[in-house]
C-alpha cells in the first residue's frame, strides 16, 4: 500500500528541513497543488492513500523546492495583499514588503478624494501591485506596464482572474513610453531592479532563480531608475505622487535622484514593516491632511545625511 498524505507530507517536511524556511507549510502547499484541495482538506483526510501519479508528481516538485526553486514557482501561485495571484518564471515573485507601497498608494488615493484616480505602475510584473490597487479602490484606473510580454499578459490575466480587467490597462513597453499619453497620472508607483549586478543571488537562494531582468539594477543597483526618474515630471500631474521601490544599500541614491528631478517637491524615505529603508516617496504638494497611520518611519531625505 501507498503512503498516506499525512505520511508524504512528513516525509516531505524532513527532506526540506535546512532547505527551506518553512518545510512542513511547503509541503503542505506542494500538496494542496498536486491534488487541487485546499489545506484544510488535506489535515481532515491525512490518512488517505496518494495516489500512484500524484505521489510521483509531489515527489518531483518536492525535489525541486529542495533545490532551492521558489514555491511560487512550483505551485504558479503567491499571496500579496490577501490575494493569490498567478504566477510563473518569468516574473519577480511578490514580496510582503511591497504591500508597503500599495499601503502608501493607497494612502495617496484617498487624500485625493477624485472619482477618477490614474494610477501608473512601471514594471508591472504579475501586476500584483497595480491589481491590488484596482482591487482596493473602485475609483482608480490603473497603466501597468512591462518590457516583458509574458508579465504583460500575467497582468491581464489577474486582472481578469479578479475582477478589475476593465480598470487595469497592461502594455507592453520599455518602463514609461508605453503609457505617455494615457498620462497625466495622479499617482506613479515603480518596483524596478534595484540590485547592484555583483550582489546578485544566485541558485540555491530562492531569489537566485528569479529572472534577472527584474533584479539587476547595474553595478551601482539605479541604472533602470536613473532612466525612469528625470522622465517622470512630465507626466505626474501637479500635485501627484511618486513611488519607488528600493533597499537600504541603493535607497539614498534613488532619493538623490528624485530629488533632482523633483526639485521643488518633498522626498521622503519610508521604512518597510521591518524598520528597512524601502520606498522613495516624492510628494509634489504639500503632506497636510495625509493620514500617518499607513506609513512607517517617514522622514524627509536630505542630501547632506
Given at each position: 500500500?501507498?503512503?498516506?498524505?499525512?505520511?508524504?507530507?512528513?516525509?516531505?517536511?524532513?527532506?526540506?528541513?535546512?532547505?527551506?524556511?518553512?518545510?512542513?507549510?511547503?509541503?503542505?502547499?506542494?500538496?494542496?497543488?498536486?491534488?487541487?484541495?485546499?489545506?484544510?482538506?488535506l489535515l481532515a483526510h491525512g490518512d488517505a492513500v496518494l495516489p500512484r501519479?500524484?505521489?510521483?508528481?509531489?515527489?518531483?516538485?518536492?525535489?525541486?523546492?529542495?533545490?532551492?526553486?521558489?514555491?511560487?514557482?512550483?505551485?504558479?501561485?503567491?499571496?500579496?495583499?490577501?490575494?493569490?495571484?498567478?504566477?510563473?518564471?518569468?516574473?519577480?515573485?511578490?514580496?510582503?514588503?511591497?504591500?508597503?507601497?500599495?499601503?502608501?498608494?493607497?494612502?495617496?488615493?484617498?487624500?485625493?478624494?477624485?472619482?477618477?484616480?490614474r494610477v501608473l505602475d512601471v514594471g508591472a510584473g504579475s501586476g500584483a501591485?497595480?491589481?491590488?490597487?484596482?482591487?482596493?479602490?473602485?475609483?482608480?484606473?490603473?497603466?501597468?506596464?512591462?518590457?516583458?510580454?509574458?508579465?504583460?499578459?500575467?497582468?491581464?490575466?489577474?486582472?481578469?482572474?479578479?475582477?478589475?480587467?476593465?480598470?487595469?490597462?497592461?502594455?507592453?513597453?520599455?518602463?514609461?513610453?508605453?503609457?505617455?499619453?494615457?498620462?497625466?497620472?495622479?499617482?506613479?508607483?515603480?518596483?524596478?531592479?534595484?540590485?547592484?549586478?555583483?550582489?546578485?543571488?544566485?541558485?540555491?537562494?530562492?531569489?537566485?532563480?528569479?529572472?534577472?531582468?527584474?533584479?539587476?539594477?547595474?553595478?551601482?543597483?539605479?541604472?533602470?531608475?536613473?532612466?525612469?526618474?528625470p522622465e517622470l515630471p512630465r507626466i505626474l500631474r501637479p500635485g501627484g505622487?511618486?513611488?519607488?521601490?528600493?533597499?537600504?544599500?541603493?535607497?539614498?541614491?534613488?532619493?538623490?535622484?528624485?530629488?533632482?528631478?523633483?526639485?521643488?517637491?518633498?522626498?521622503?524615505?519610508?521604512?518597510?514593516?521591518?524598520?528597512?529603508?524601502?520606498?522613495?516617496?516624492?510628494?509634489?504638494?504639500?503632506?497636510?491632511?495625509?493620514?500617518?497611520?499607513?506609513?512607517?518611519?517617514?522622514?524627509?531625505?536630505?542630501?547632506?545625511?
Amino acid at each position: 500500500m501507498g503512503a498516506s498524505i499525512s505520511e508524504a507530507i512528513a516525509r516531505a517536511s524532513e527532506q526540506l528541513r535546512g532547505r527551506s524556511d518553512a518545510p512542513l507549510l511547503d509541503a503542505q502547499l506542494l500538496m494542496s497543488y498536486v491534488l487541487m484541495r485546499e489545506r484544510p482538506w488535506l489535515l481532515a483526510h491525512g490518512d488517505a492513500v496518494l495516489p500512484r501519479t500524484e505521489h510521483a508528481r509531489f515527489t518531483r516538485l518536492v525535489s525541486r523546492r529542495a533545490e532551492g526553486l521558489p514555491i511560487a514557482y512550483l505551485v504558479q501561485s503567491a499571496g500579496f495583499y490577501g490575494r493569490e495571484f498567478s504566477v510563473r518564471s518569468g516574473v519577480l515573485v511578490p514580496r510582503p514588503e511591497t504591500e508597503h507601497l500599495v499601503e502608501r498608494a493607497l494612502a495617496e488615493i484617498d487624500r485625493l478624494r477624485d472619482e477618477a484616480v490614474r494610477v501608473l505602475d512601471v514594471g508591472a510584473g504579475s501586476g500584483a501591485i497595480a491589481v491590488t490597487i484596482a482591487c482596493e479602490r473602485p475609483q482608480t484606473r490603473v497603466v501597468a506596464t512591462d518590457r516583458s510580454v509574458e508579465a504583460v499578459q500575467l497582468t491581464r490575466a489577474n486582472a481578469a482572474r479578479l475582477g478589475v480587467s476593465d480598470r487595469v490597462t497592461a502594455l507592453e513597453g520599455d518602463l514609461h513610453f508605453a503609457a505617455l499619453s494615457l498620462g497625466p497620472f495622479d499617482v506613479i508607483v515603480a518596483n524596478l531592479p534595484y540590485v547592484p549586478t555583483g550582489d546578485l543571488p544566485r541558485p540555491p537562494d530562492p531569489a537566485g532563480y528569479e529572472p534577472r531582468l527584474a533584479l539587476d539594477g547595474g553595478a551601482d543597483g539605479l541604472e533602470v531608475y536613473r532612466r525612469l526618474v528625470p522622465e517622470l515630471p512630465r507626466i505626474l500631474r501637479p500635485g501627484g505622487t511618486v513611488l519607488l521601490e528600493a533597499a537600504p544599500p541603493t535607497i539614498a541614491g534613488l532619493a538623490h535622484l528624485a530629488q533632482a528631478a523633483f526639485t521643488d517637491a518633498r522626498v521622503e524615505i519610508i521604512a518597510d514593516y521591518g524598520g528597512r529603508a524601502r520606498v522613495v516617496c516624492v510628494l509634489t504638494r504639500e503632506p497636510d491632511g495625509l493620514s500617518r497611520s499607513s506609513t512607517t518611519q517617514s522622514e524627509p531625505y536630505s542630501s547632506h545625511a
